[in-house]
């Protein structure tokens, strides 16, 4: 499966963004797929990840973050609202073929990032 994350921008703190995954080759509704971001000098962290019947959130992002699947479009979106500098990074997309959720390394199939940016 190949993804395609984009949305990303500059965006003031306080203001909202939404991220968009998109899939060619396989159903996105056939994995877990995973968010995750890597801001400069950092590790690549867990954001969020949405399963069949379920979706998990980092506590960072947990209320202000919102993880949502498309099976039409095959996009899986992240909706980002009251956004803060320390939200800046890379936001990559990723599918699982196991039941991880928030070790990168549990995943297969990644996207390129979408740069995200929040001034204060």
């Known amino acids: 499966v190949q993804l395609q994350a984009s949305g990303g921008g500059l965006v003031q703190a306080g203001g909202s963004l939404r991220l968009s995954c998109t899939a060619t080759?396989?159903?996105?509704?056939?994995?877990?797929i995973g968010w995750f971001r890597q801001a400069p000098g950092k590790e690549r962290e867990f954001v969020a990840n949405?399963?069949?019947?379920?979706?998990y959130y980092a506590d960072s992002v947990k209320g202000r973050f919102t993880i949502s699947r498309d099976n039409a479009k095959n996009t899986v979106y992240l909706q980002m609202n009251s956004l803060k500098p320390e939200d800046t990074a890379v936001y990559h997309c990723a599918a699982t073929v196991v039941s991880g959720i928030r070790d990168p390394s549990d995943y297969n199939y990644w996207g390129q990032g979408t740069q995200v940016t929040v001034s204060s």
């Open positions: 080759g396989r159903t996105v509704s056939n994995y877990p």
């Open positions: 949405i399963r069949r019947t379920a979706s």
